[in-house]
């Protein structure tokens, strides 16, 4: 088995033709199909069934696509770090939507002194965060756990030969506008919400509970708004008097004084960690991140 071979495939796969996928590919049908056929008897699988419509991809050749793509992925992954002989360092991180990721990812921009790098920094979805560091896309992946969900990021989390390691727990907090007449309050409780628009971050095709960004995700709202990014969040907090749920810690730094969070009396605990591959070691910029991480949690959680 070869890159090549996968290549070959997953253009099949694409095109649904042999014929046109050979064009795209700048090769002979029969060298195409040879190919695969080769690869097929190799594997000891059909991937492809051949019709007179066309192509089917057959259930075993479903699967075997799916691991091809992430051999490719890899591949690709490989030939950008290592093919250059450039000194750019790479980096890259997946988060919830977390200031502390931010705030740590800033100090670290800040103190890396050289003329050329490319980091990246991902607020995306949970299952993405989990993906993102299961295929190394990034090197750390930041996300939550509770009682209601543990089990099931836990599996993935197996599945994927990552490693979940605890920064804190915290007592939830909803953020609000500090205009919010419930911004004076010692604490608020579920009852005082249930006037105000709630807000959550959409989680796209794995909109499940247990992928919630919030916790108590599966209470029923009558006013409820998603989103996909912080800024829009934080404006809508301001400009609806809205609600989201949260661990209480909020970089002023970044954000000034107009979101403040507010204690949420329930009995939940919020554990908020990082997460690793367990197959790879940790670069020395990840081992930094994760002491910046550290540093900035403690300096917020100062302030609650």
């Given at each position: 088995m070869t890159l090549q071979q996968l290549k070959y495939v997953i253009e099949v796969a694409r095109s649904?033709?042999?014929?046109?996928a050979a064009q795209n590919l700048f090769i002979s049908q029969p060298s195409l199909s040879n190919a695969i056929k080769e690869l097929e008897k190799e594997m000891g699988i059909i991937i492809f069934s051949r019709t007179n419509k066309g192509i089917i991809i057959t259930p075993e050749g479903s699967e075997f696509l799916g691991y091809a793509r992430q051999v490719l992925?890899?591949?690709?992954?490989?030939?950008?770090?290592?093919?250059?002989?450039?000194?750019?360092?790479?980096?890259?991180?997946?988060?919830q939507h977390y200031a502390f990721a931010v705030s740590a990812f800033v100090r670290l921009l800040h103190d890396y002194k050289r003329d050329e790098y490319e980091f990246t920094l991902r607020e995306t979805k949970t299952y993405e965060i989990i993906d993102d560091v299961k295929n190394l896309r990034s090197e750390i992946g930041i996300l939550?756990?509770?009682?209601?969900?543990?089990?099931?990021?836990?599996?993935?989390?197996?599945?994927?030969?990552?490693?979940?390691?605890?920064?804190?727990?915290?007592?939830?907090?909803?953020?609000?506008?500090?205009?919010n007449p419930l911004a004076e309050k010692e604490y608020v409780t579920l009852s005082d919400l249930q006037s105000y628009p709630y807000l959550s971050y959409e989680q796209g095709e794995y909109n499940s509970f247990y992928f919630s960004e919030e916790i108590l995700s599966t209470l029923t709202r009558p006013k409820n708004i998603h989103v996909t990014d912080r800024a829009t969040l934080f404006n809508l907090l301001i400009g609806?008097?809205?609600?989201t749920i949260s661990t209480g810690v909020i970089s002023k730094k970044l954000n000034g004084d107009n979101?403040?969070?507010?204690?949420?009396?329930?009995?939940?605990?919020?554990?908020?960690?990082y997460i690793i591959h367990k197959y790879v070691t940790s670069s020395p910029m990840a081992n930094i991140y994760i002491e910046y991480l550290k540093e900035t949690i403690a300096e917020e959680l100062l302030q609650l």
């Open positions: 649904r033709s042999i014929s046109r992925e890899q591949a690709e992954l490989l030939e950008n770090r290592y093919a250059h002989t450039s000194s750019q360092q790479h980096f890259a991180v997946s988060a939550y756990v509770n009682k209601f969900n543990e089990k099931v990021i836990q599996k993935f989390l197996r599945e994927g030969n990552l490693i979940f390691n605890e920064l804190f727990e915290a007592k939830p907090h909803v953020f609000i506008s500090s205009g609806l008097n809205g609600y979101i403040i969070s507010v204690p949420l009396k329930v009995e939940e605990r919020i554990k908020v960690g």
